[in-house]
């Protein structure tokens, strides 16, 4: 009897082990369904206590393209204190080549009736951009009376180099230079920072001299003020999957910081010749380095960058572009390195 006992007891008690065991092993494989204002900042949170994990996730599961970009649907892992993200229907092109051409073209039109445009606040005025091969419309060279300081409601003249492209109602911006941009890796110049002062629209064309009427003022405006072409103050962004894989680097900031984070604005060297424009996403990064301990044991060894954080392209030039920092992890500085986010 005694014997009996304990054999049922040993049973009871691997039966019970065994579940604990599979209660451990789904809790740790737990499969979690993203939802829409989901990020992965927050989900790093809220599954694994740490929400600065975030940037692991970037670099194990290529697919994503941005935290602000995961979907209503897809599937997160959480597997022994990491996530894992799981490819998005993963039978997709299976279920496409057995499908009937009707069927293809019905989930074709779901598709873009569910689709939503994903918008990135952009606040601010008066970014400017860096002058490279840009040459200005005209020039501001007079106003209706003696003051020093120009601002908002005031008309002032005009010479425009190509007077034949002036119409009554054409906006232009107002841009002064400030200092040369050196690029940080060459130390040679790249170009010179154009501040935007603000914009006026045309009035009236009298001879050679156009009169315009100061719309807005971000900053104390003076004769000498360089007209060029007027972009309006974006207040929203929309992301748009960007073309080129080629890289770049910050090359200066707004306001002459030295360090940046979220909601900064930042300018880099590559632009519309690059293939880039507005809405773009790239990610920010700097080289790892090996600590001396480490190169002594294993001799030198490249690591993988460290991701600092994510920005969006508000404006391109030519060669440059201004963007604002979305998503920040570490602190950003000029010479770091970026890569427009292309899948």
């Known amino acids: ?25 789904a809790a ?7 939802k829409k204002g989901d990020t992965l900042w927050d989900l790093s949170k809220k599954f694994i206590d740490d929400p600065y994990y975030w940037p692991n996730i970037w ?20 597997l022994d204190g990491r996530l894992k993200i799981i490819p998005a229907y ?25 689709e939503e445009l994903i918008t990135i606040k952009a606040a601010g005025s008066g970014d400017g951009f860096i002058l490279t091969d840009e040459v200005p419309l005209g020039v501001l060279v007079d106003s209706v009376d003696n003051r020093l300081l120009l601002t908002k409601d005031d008309l002032v003249f005009l010479k425009m180099k190509d007077l034949s492209s002036v119409t009554i109602g054409d906006t232009y911006g107002l841009f002064e230079r400030g200092e040369q941009v050196k ?17 006026l629209q045309v009035t009236e064309i009298n001879g050679d001299t156009v009169v315009a009427k100061i719309g807005s003022a971000f900053r104390e405006i003076q004769r000498g003020a360089e007209v060029f072409e007027y972009v309006p103050q974006r207040n929203e962004i929309v992301l748009q999957r960007g073309t080129t894989d080629k890289g770049g680097y910050i090359i200066a900031a707004r306001d002459k910081k030295e ?5 900064d604005i930042i300018y880099v060297d590559l632009g519309s010749d690059d293939g880039l424009v507005s809405g773009n996403l790239f990610y920010i990064a700097r080289p790892r380095k090996a600590s001396d301990e480490v190169i002594k044991k294993a001799g030198p060894i490249q690591l993988p960058d460290a991701v600092l954080g994510a920005a969006i392209i508000i404006e391109t030039k030519a060669k440059t572009a201004s963007a ?14 970026v890569s427009i986010v292309t899948n």
């Open 1 to 25: 009897m005694t014997r009996t006992f304990f054999r049922w007891l040993s049973l009871l008690m691997l039966l019970l082990i065994l579940s604990g065991a599979s209660l451990a092993i």
């Open 28 to 34: 740790e494989n737990q499969i979690y369904t993203i």
């Open 59 to 78: 670099a194990k599961n290529p697919e994503i393209t941005n935290p602000h970009l995961i979907f209503p649907g897809q599937k997160v892992q959480i």
């Open 90 to 114: 993963p039978e997709a092109d299976k279920q496409a080549s057995t499908e009937t051409d009707d069927q293809k073209t019905d989930l074709s039109t779901m598709e873009t009736e569910t």
């Open 183 to 199: 690029h940080p890796h060459t130390n040679e110049v790249f170009g010179t920072m154009m501040n935007n002062l603000g914009f």
């Open 259 to 263: 360090t940046f984070s979220t909601n």
């Open 324 to 337: 604002i920092i979305i998503k920040s992890v570490n602190a950003t500085f000029i010479g770091d390195k």
